[in-house]
């Protein structure tokens, strides 16, 4: 029997979540990371797609959907990553366990609390020790909130726009 479509609209909120098959590790160094990160920048740019808030552990990305539906857009980055992680290392078959799990939300009022479970992961996971660590942490888009660095492709502005008496400099 052939899968549901997922539901998606203009403008939907997606919490999105992506699992290595069996558990295993989708990154195994700062290479595959940044690969991810880059093709994530690009393919959201090039579908129109924001992005509100994401890390790489088990990965999650809190996202809108832009000109192309979410499906196509997670497939071309899933299917991108999959094939270069597999010929850097020597590996063939599947590195996702099933498709990835998207969750529909209501901008109000999950959307700052998404950005902060989504955020405060690798504090949670001990992968960072403390908030200020966090605050440098490369694989999530916490330092970005924080303005320190910069992406194009994560909106910033949408979520400091909830805080109350936020006004873009």
């Not at 990371?33 to 880059?38: I, K, Q, S």
């Not at 090039?46 to 809190?62: F, G, I, K, Q, S």
């Not at 888009?141 to 660095?149: C, E, I, M, S």
Request: proline share 5%; charged share 25%.
């Amino acid at each position: 029997m052939p899968r549901q479509g997922r539901i998606d609209s203009p403008g939907a909120l997606h919490h999105v979540i992506v699992r290595g098959i069996e558990r295993r590790r989708i990154f195994q160094d700062g290479q595959d990371r940044n690969r991810f990160v880059d093709r994530l920048g690009t393919i959201l740019s090039e579908t129109a797609t924001p992005c509100y808030a994401w890390v790489l552990l088990r990965n999650h990305l809190l996202l809108r959907t832009g000109s192309v539906p979410i499906a196509t857009m997670t497939r071309r980055l899933l299917t991108d990553y999959a094939v270069t992680y597999n010929r850097r290392h020597h590996r063939h078959g599947h590195l996702f366990q099933n498709r990835y799990k998207s969750v529909l939300r209501q901008e109000e009022p999950y959307l700052l609390d998404l950005v902060r479970y989504i955020h405060l992961n690798p504090l949670r996971a001990k992968i960072v020790l403390t908030l200020a660590d966090l605050d440098s942490y490369p694989y999530a888009g916490h330092r970005f909130v924080l303005g320190k660095g910069g992406s194009s492709w994560q909106d910033v502005d949408t979520v400091l726009s909830h805080f109350g008496g936020y006004m873009k400099p």
